[in-house]
């Protein structure tokens, strides 16, 4: 069984990839157990990787939260791009010689005409915040890779917003799924505090993002990109409330000023045709499955807590 190095095992979408493994039945590969390591330490990489022979690997550890890429621009460029060229740099020495699958972001295309709607691959990457730059930058630090390494198949997911059970709540579906669990239990008062909600966005599930990316190490193209998304355009206002519905409470919105983020995006949705061709991946999981689960991930949460 081939072994697979995945990098932000801890993660949501880690933890993600490790759930998905364990119920493979065919068991196509084994996990290379998680180590402590540190991007930015070469010599912690090295450890991790000693005596270990991987045939993939999905690079999906970083620094994800774009606040907090604003807040601290050049501790994300150093994560996100400089850990990158360190982990490729680790690889090579410990003699890899298989598929690399770099997660990028489709926050990278930045502020889309809506006559260019949906978004492919082919559109000029526009980032709009130092998360975005991040990612560009180690996306063509890896395709110089696979021209540069004949060897390797290097391959470029770019996912678009996903969502479910165990994604940290400063995001917007757990976020809401968390507020209304506390409406619901009478701890705050029936009024959820968002951002712009009068946007929409192209929401997929994670366990469907991770399907996509096992897609990817089976028969992605090397040198190519690929959009990880739905295709379907969501109005975030629409999905909120129809949380509330699932959650059974009535709720209103209010506008929370420190929600509202610089240079936002009216309208997004994205195109996985080329995802779909090369490797015959189709979504799975409905939009109601996946507000159901976070709901359900946030009422268990907080029956822990209690």
Known sequence: MPELLVTGQNGFVGTSVLRHLEAEP???????AHAPHDLLDAASLDSWLCDKRPAAVIHLAGQTFVPEAVR???????VNLLGTL???????????????????????YGQVPVEHLPITEAYLPRPRNPYAVSKLAAEHLCLQWAFSEPDWRIIVARPFNH?????????????????????????QPPRLQVGDVDVSRDFLDVRDVVQAYFQLLEHGRSGEIY?????????????????????EVNVSLEQDPNRLRRAEQRRVYGCSEKLRRHTGWQPRITITTTLHDVLRDWEERNSQQQ
């Open 26 to 32: 065919t068991g196509k590969w084994r996990a290379i």
């Open 86 to 108: 360190n982990l490729l740099q680790a690889l090579k020495r410990h003699g890899f010689q298989g598929t690399f699958l770099y997660v990028s972001s489709g926050d990278i």
């Open 227 to 247: 959009n990880v998304c739905s295709g379907t355009e969501r109005n975030v206002r629409e999905l909120i409330m129809q949380m509330a519905d699932l959650a």
């Open 72 to 78: 601290n621009p050049a501790q994300t460029l150093q």
């Open 163 to 187: 969502a479910g059970p165990g994604q940290a709540g400063d995001f917007l579906l757990p976020d809401m799924a968390r507020q209304l669990m506390r409406v619901r239990l009478g701890l």
